[in-house]
Every structure is written in C-alpha cells, then in structure tokens.
C-alpha cells in the first residue's frame, strides 16, 4: 500500500555527494517527550538535525526532507565498511520517548506505516536488505534506538531487512569468554557491518557492539554478553547478511 504521506519541510539538509547512490535506511526513534517537540526539533535551523521522514504514533507520516537531498540524523556513523552515512542514506523518525522519557511499545498503526514507507523507500532506491538498519547498529557507543521494543522481525516478515528463522533460543547460558570464540564473535560481527574494536577480552567496546547487535536481533536479552543464544543468533544473521552482500554484487 501506498503511504500517504504530509509535508513539513524542514531546513536542514544540503546536497548529497555527486555520483552517489542511496543505499542505505536508517530507523530511528525520536526520543522526546512529545511528537511536536521532535518535529520542531527537526525543523529548528539552530539544531542542524533532521531526517527524511517522522511517522507518529497514529501512523501519520511527515516528509521533511526530500529523498534526493542529505538530511542530517545518523552522525558519526560506520557500516559495511562506509563513514559519513548521511551520505548515502534516507532516515526515518518514529515517535517513541525513548528510553530516557519512558519507553515505551510502538502502536500497530506506527509499525504498519512504517512498514508501508519502508517498502516505498526501497520500491526507489537500490537498498539491500542488509543495509536496513538501526541508528544504535551505525552508532553503538552513542545511540540505543530504535531499540528492543521494535518489531524488526514483523517489518522483515514483509521485506524489509533481514531476520533469522528457526533459529533455537539457548538462552543466556554458556557465555564466551576465551580468546578464540571471541574472535569468532568479532569476526561475525564484522561480517553483518559493525566496526569492532581490536582482538581482546570481552571489554567494553565489544559489549557495546553486541548490545546494539542483541537489540535489533536478539531482544529477549539486550546483555551486552555473547552467551549461547546471542551467538547462534549473531551467525545465523552473519550468514544472511552475507548472503544478502553476495546477490547485491552478483546482481
């Protein structure tokens, strides 16, 4: 279905780099108390802030940003081997207060206009399902949202990103811990698009990776720890990721 889709065009954007592609989408939450004061947050020149779409919590979509332009809301960001993400990516607002005001469930009328302009977005631009991300996946040690209460799995249910199927929950036993199943974890996290901090024990740098990791894939257990669920989950989205990488390449 086609989203319908109001304009409140905002002024912070500018140009994309010439000859660039958009091929990546960015979900965020809003993170503030109300609707209107992301929106006019958005909207504030002074704030230097903004992103392409917001989609409130009755589903009502706003356009701020024109999708040829670069809107301003991923930051310091790192994917897939790529810095600058703005560059290259369409970002989309969801209204939630997030997890300093009271975080909170997002309503099916959200999801499922999110869903809608999801398909939309990708409908234009050559995005592959693995590069359909969180702003806490591109930007672990600053960002939480969309986090653990998103329906990542629903909005991949119907094709947009990639989720892992039949994949057992070995719940929050076994961690890892010795030098070579870290490397492991290292290396599967590198195969998705994160960046990961040196080879080294479980520090804290690798913890803030696989926390982002566990909100998008792994909700049920946002610990930071690679225990036994968390890695079967981390290589069962590796080998999509992978797979995802490949036929964008063969294609």
Not at 105 to 129: G, N, T, Y
Not at 165 to 176: A, F, H, W
Not at 205 to 219: E, G, K, N, Y
């Amino acid at each position: 279905m086609k989203p319908e889709i109001h304009e409140k065009l905002s002024s912070n954007h500018d140009e994309r780099p010439a000859g660039g592609r958009v091929d990546m989408l960015i979900l965020h939450y809003t993170g503030m108390k109300t609707a209107q004061d992301a929106i006019d947050r958005l909207c504030d020149p002074e704030a230097r802030v903004s992103s392409h779409y917001v989609v409130d919590e009755d589903g009502e979509i706003l356009r701020l940003v024109p999708e040829e332009r670069r809107a301003w809301h991923a930051g310091v960001s790192y994917w897939r081997g790529h810095h600058a993400l703005n560059d290259r990516s369409i970002g989309i607002e969801i209204v939630n207060p997030g997890h300093e005001w009271g975080y909170r469930d997002f309503p099916a009328p959200q999801m499922a206009a999110v869903r809608d302009l999801c398909l939309s977005i990708l409908s234009r631009h050559p995005i592959p399902a693995g590069n359909v991300v969180a702003h806490s996946d591109v930007a672990p040690d600053r960002k939480e949202d969309p986090g653990e209460k998103f329906r990542w799995d629903d909005l991949a249910c119907n094709g947009v990103g990639i989720w892992p199927i039949r994949v057992p929950n070995l719940g929050t036993g076994g961690e890892i811990r010795d030098a070579i199943g870290l490397r492991a974890v290292r290396a599967a996290l590198v195969r998705i698009g994160y960046s990961v901090a040196p080879e080294g024990t479980l520090d804290p740098a690798l913890s803030t990776v696989l926390r982002a990791f566990q909100r998008h894939w792994r909700p049920e257990a946002v610990t930071g720890q690679a225990d036994g669920g968390t890695v079967a989950r981390l290589h069962a989205v590796a080998e999509l990721a992978e797979d995802d990488g490949a036929s964008q390449r063969s294609g």
